[in-house]
């Protein structure tokens, strides 16, 4: 017997749809490019989507088609979120911090028709043109007065000019829930870049569950809750904003290109932002500036932390010195809010440290999706809070391929990447990528725990640990730090620092100065380019 019940698509357009309906007044700010800040509401947003959605069609833009952005946080890339998939077409949202080949090579892949720039990246986008052989026009996310008197780009469309063609008069259409919605290609730390492709369905089951209070700790009615997007629109869907926002009824502020801390700080106080989203590193620098400048925030209450495990004084010092809660989840492209970092009921009553002992780890589970950690031979492994292994998850919002690659088979679980370990609690702890764990005479060492460690040093801006050859234990850690400003710490203080917090044969054989990291385009120390820095090094007495 079956329930009798309608049978309606989870789309990504019902999401902006309820929001200009329901809770239409409330508001969505941006930072333009030349500073001014852009302020309009939910209801607003819906129809220039929908203006938007229409110009999609008048282009010829088939459902099922790429259409590629190269672009930041501003409110017309988010009007893109729903103008182009609520046509059925796929937006494809390209990271400008990549490589050029990188860049050629993803929209090439991914096939994009069009592509829209803004801006900031429209000089990119010129270069890149003249070996865009797919490409059949380019659109700049601007008005008509910032359209430049020469490009080289053929038929330069303009954003706003494409809007004001159209009435907005149009109705979302119904298709399969299982359609494409957007695609995000992985960073390509190893290999070429790969393509997650997000469903409608993942995507609104995704939204939903980041949307319950047992995610978003302290939950308040969404008009009292205004949310910082530092997390760009080109990295997971900017970690599902751009739809958690309008479902709740958040008021959402976006930072455009300017991330630098005094540009972040001033929208902070000022749009009385109390949710931020970003990476550590990023929480580095607005430390390094709220600490010396005096300056508070008075109205943030969490930020959603990913990507790294932040260092322990970060977090003490927000919640301690800021009442801010740094909430620490894991989570990566092909897994959007594949955790969450709240706390498990009962714990909230626990003494400081503990909780804090408790917000350190990578998280716990999400209903729906299925967590576990085997060893090398796929057993799974028990959670005793010491049994490393390989982390996989499963679930409605978890990749089960990449675009034009073999498809895992039904029931197959996503191998991460990450070695975790989970314990009885149901938390568990991302202690290193496989690819960076060090094996050292056949055990394992976490670079991360070492990083961690060593980047609580008050003199240590960031640090990095890689494995360097060794000819009787294969692999020794070498620890790579970045001395904060005018401090000159040497190597035998930082390991001195190490001693007692670490196993002693964890500890790094030699410790080298650089004065910055390679990172990501997503903010992450991009070890890759670290181990080519280091290639020729040699530990010293070898």
């Known amino acids: 017997m079956r329930g009798l019940m309608m049978d309606r698509p989870l789309l990504v357009s019902a999401l902006l749809e309820y929001a200009g309906e329901y809770h239409g007044s409330t508001e969505v700010v941006a930072r333009d490019f030349d500073g001014t800040i852009f302020r309009y509401d939910y209801a607003a947003a819906r129809v220039r989507a929908k203006q938007l959605a229409q110009a999609v069609e008048a282009l010829g833009i088939a459902p099922g088609e790429r259409v590629g952005t190269l672009a930041w946080n501003s409110h017309r890339h ?19 911090r990549l490589h050029r080949d990188q860049i050629l090579y993803i929209i090439d892949h991914c096939e994009d028709s069009w592509l829209f720039c803004d ?69 390509g730390t190893t290999g070429d870049p790969k393509g997650v492709v997000y469903s409608h369905r993942s995507t609104v089951l995704s939204a939903l569950t980041l949307g319950v209070a047992d995610f978003l700790p302290g939950h308040q009615h969404g008009a009292m809750e205004t949310a910082l997007g530092l997390s760009p629109m080109f990295h997971g869907n900017a970690w599902q904003f751009p739809y958690v926002g309008p479902l709740l009824g958040w008021k959402l502020v976006w930072p455009g290109r300017a991330y630098d801390p005094v540009s972040l700080t001033e929208l902070l106080v000022r749009e009385r932002c109390t949710i931020m989203s970003g990476v550590p590193t990023l929480w580095l620098l607005l430390l390094d500036h709220l600490e010396k400048t005096g300056t508070k925030l008075p109205h ?59 917000m350190m780890k990578s998280g716990r589970g999400v209903f729906l999706i299925d967590q576990r950690a085997v060893d090398d031979d796929g057993n799974a492994l028990p959670r005793d809070g010491k049994s ?19 498809q895992l088979g039904e029931g197959d679980w996503l191998d991460t990447g990450d070695v975790a370990v989970f314990d009885p609690d149901g ?91 390679p990172m990501t385009g997503t903010g992450k120390i991009h070890k890759l380019t670290l181990r080519a820095q280091f290639a020729d090094y040699r530990l010293p007495g070898i």
């Open 427 to 517: 938390y568990f702890t991302i202690v290193d990528r496989s690819k960076d764990v060090i094996k050292s005479g056949g055990e394992w060492i976490s670079s991360a725990q070492i990083e961690n460690l060593a980047s609580g040093h008050p003199e240590i801006a960031m640090a990095a640990v890689i494995g360097v050859h060794h000819p009787k234990w294969q692999e020794r850690p070498l620890l790579i730090c970045v001395r904060n400003p005018g401090s000159e710490i040497g190597a035998n203080e930082i390991l001195a620092f190490l001693s007692g917090k670490i196993a002693k044969w964890w500890m790094p054989d030699d410790v080298q100065f650089v004065d910055a990291l």
């Open 388 to 406: 490393q292994g390989h982390l996989q998850v499963r679930g409605p919002w978890i990749a089960s391929g990449y675009y034009k690659e073999k």
């Open 78 to 96: 988010f009007e893109m979120f729903y103008g182009v998939t609520g046509t059925g077409a796929v937006l494809h949202t390209v990271n400008p």
């Open 300 to 358: 943030l209450r969490m930020s959603l932390s990913s990507g790294a495990s932040p260092p322990r004084w970060v977090v003490d010092t927000l919640a301690e010195k800021y009442g801010v809660d740094l909430m620490n989840t894991w989570g990566m492209t092909e897994a959007l809010g594949g955790a969450k970092g709240t706390l498990k009921p009962g714990d909230g009553a626990l003494p400081p440290d503990a909780r804090i002992d408790r």
């Open 119 to 187: 801006l900031e990246t429209l000089p990119l986008v010129e270069n890149l043109a003249p070996d865009l052989k797919r490409v059949r026009g380019f659109c700049l996310m601007a008005d008509a007065a910032e359209l430049p008197k020469q490009t080289s780009l053929r038929d330069l469309l303009c954003y706003e000019t494409l809007l004001g063609e159209q009435d907005g008069d149009y109705d979302w259409p119904d298709f399969d829930e299982y359609a494409a919605s957007t695609i995000c290609y992985t960073s």
